[in-house]
């Protein structure tokens, strides 16, 4: 059974740093790929974040890059998300799942409720 909850959103100035975090089943976390992904208001979901199975590797879209920092506790079957210095584009509702690496798209069709996160100017 798929399942993921998020957690750690909020308001936040523009410049400030939140922490997600996301907690997966044993299905939808071992083994795979896990990240992260938002949608902001009227958009679609795209992807922000990936760590591979061990956490080695690691890749980001070019919006966050240099910014954020994705990490994982494979004994906790929970990633988490460090986003620092953020932009009021930043606001959206944030999603985790496994990634597909080759395409940096969702593994599973089932998500969890999000985390909300407001980056204020």
């Known amino acids: 059974q798929v399942q993921l909850v998020e957690s750690g959103g909020g308001l936040v100035q523009a410049g400030g740093s939140l922490r997600l975090s996301c907690v997966a089943s044993?299905?939808?976390?071992?083994?795979?790929?896990m990240g992260w992904f938002r949608q902001a208001p009227g958009k679609e979901r795209d992807f922000v974040a990936v760590?591979?199975?061990?956490?080695?590797?690691?890749y980001y879209s070019n919006s966050v890059k240099g910014r954020f920092t994705i990490s994982r506790d494979n004994a906790k079957r929970t990633i988490y998300l460090q986003m620092d210095s953020l932009k009021p584009e930043d606001t959206a509702d944030y999603y985790c799942?496994?990634?597909?690496?080759?395409?940096?798209?969702?593994?599973?069709?089932?998500w969890g409720q999000g985390t909300q996160v407001t980056v204020s100017s």
């Open positions: 799942n496994a990634v597909l690496i080759d395409n940096y798209i969702p593994l599973f069709n089932s």
């Open positions: 044993e299905r939808t976390f071992s083994n795979n790929a």
């Open positions: 760590a591979g199975s061990q956490g080695g590797y690691k």
